[in-house]
Each structure stands twice: as C-alpha cells, then as structure tokens.
C-alpha cells in the first residue's frame, strides 16, 4: 500500500533562518506531487506541484522554493524564513490515469516562525 | 477571488441528526467536485468525490448532492456521529482539462454533539 512521510513533525524556526522540509512517498511510482499550506483560518493554499523529477511549478510567487531530487521524494525549502511563513505544511500525492482525482495527504508540519 | 466558497466556517448538530455541509463554486467548467475530512495536526482524508455527469453519489452515511445549474453542492452525513466533528474542505477540479489539482474552499468545521 502507499504511504507518505513528511518530517519534521513540528519546527519553530526564527526569522531569517533556512528552512527544510522533506516528503517522500512509498508504494507507488511517477506520482504527482504537492506542496501546500493552512494558514490560521485559511483553507488550503497550493504552493508548488511536480510531475516528475526536476520538474517544479510554482502557484504563489514568495520566498518558498521546491525541489524534486528523486521520483518519490519532494522538498519545501526557503533560504531566508518570514513571519508570514508560519503554517502547517502539507505534502501530497496523486497518480495519473487511474481515472480518480483524489489527493492523498501526508501528516503535515507545523511551522512557526518566530 | 474565491472559485470555492464555503461560507459557513463551522456547524454545530446533534448526533444522530444530519449534518448538511454546503459549498458554493463560480468556475462552471468544474467538472469533478472532492469532500475532504481534517482532523487537527493530521493531514485531509479524501471523503468522498462526484463527477459533474451526475448529480448525487452515495457512500455509506455520506451522500454528495451536486447542482450545476446552481453551481453548488453539498454534502450529507447520517446519521452524524461525534467521530464525524472535524474541518470538512470542498475541492474542484478540471479533471477533463488534464488538471488534477483541485481548488480548496476554506473549510466548515463540523461539531457533533453526543
């Protein structure tokens, strides 16, 4: 079965400092894979999606970056964190050609920036 | 500019009862509708889905009603259960466009009393 990690569970990280946070998915191959964020009271807000390794698109232009190392594994990354950037953090998956659409969500991370 | 509205940001039923959540879209070229459930600190779990080809899908106490002409749709669930209190999300998509990246609404949070 599939399944999808995302770590580190919680971060208070401050302003100003790097960031990381790593999603790998198992179970399945050449998936579709997101980034989103909840913000407090906000709905989900996608940041970035990847249809294969290398291949990022960006929805909402700000200090965020991803990257796609690996076929199964996506990276949320910022060199330089802001209040604004404090959230809960979600990564997802789908597979094309299934015939569904369902995402299907990881743990999350829940990021405050001090 | 919103495309999915939900617009009442939390409900409060009885269990037992019905818990109808509702959701409200502008984009008519929609064509695949998802209810997601949240719980806190977890990531969504895909609830439900229906294509615009139809109007009503069924699965167990949860029923999906969809209206193109109005451009809504809701959700039912009975009967309601303490275990069913969480933030439930509507999504769309342009699953025949190729896109498999749904847009969120901002979510109800559905309270179940015992």
């Known amino acids: 079965s599939q399944t999808i990690h995302q770590w580190p569970a919680t971060l208070v990280q401050p302003v100003g400092s790097p960031l990381s946070l790593e999603c790998t998915v198992e179970g399945t191959s050449n998936p579709n894979l997101y980034w989103y964020r909840q913000a407090a009271g906000r709905g989900l807000q996608l940041l970035f999606y990847?249809?294969?390794?290398?291949?990022i698109s960006s929805e909402v232009p700000q200090n965020l970056s991803a990257s796609r190392p690996q076929d199964r594994q996506f990276i949320l990354s910022s060199k330089k964190l802001l209040l604004s950037d404090s959230g809960f953090y979600l990564c997802a998956w789908t597979t094309e050609g299934t015939g569904t659409y369902e995402q299907y969500f990881g743990p999350g991370t829940r990021l405050t920036v001090t | 500019d919103q495309q999915v509205k939900q617009n009442s940001p939390s409900l409060s039923v009885q269990e037992g009862r019905i818990s109808i959540l509702n959701c409200d879209y502008t984009?008519?070229?929609?064509?695949?509708f998802l209810w997601y459930k949240k719980y806190p600190a977890e990531g969504p779990t895909f609830l439900i889905s229906i294509s615009s080809i139809k109007d009503k899908n069924e699965d167990g106490r949860f029923t999906v009603f969809l209206n193109k002409s109005a451009k809504h749709l809701s959700l039912h669930i009975v009967p309601s259960q303490p275990g069913d209190s969480a933030v439930y999300f509507c999504a769309a998509s342009l699953a025949s466009g190729g896109s498999y990246i749904p847009t969120f609404g901002r979510g109800t949070s559905l309270i179940v009393h015992p």
């Open positions: 990847s249809v294969g390794i290398g291949q």
């Open positions: 984009n008519s070229m929609f064509d695949y």
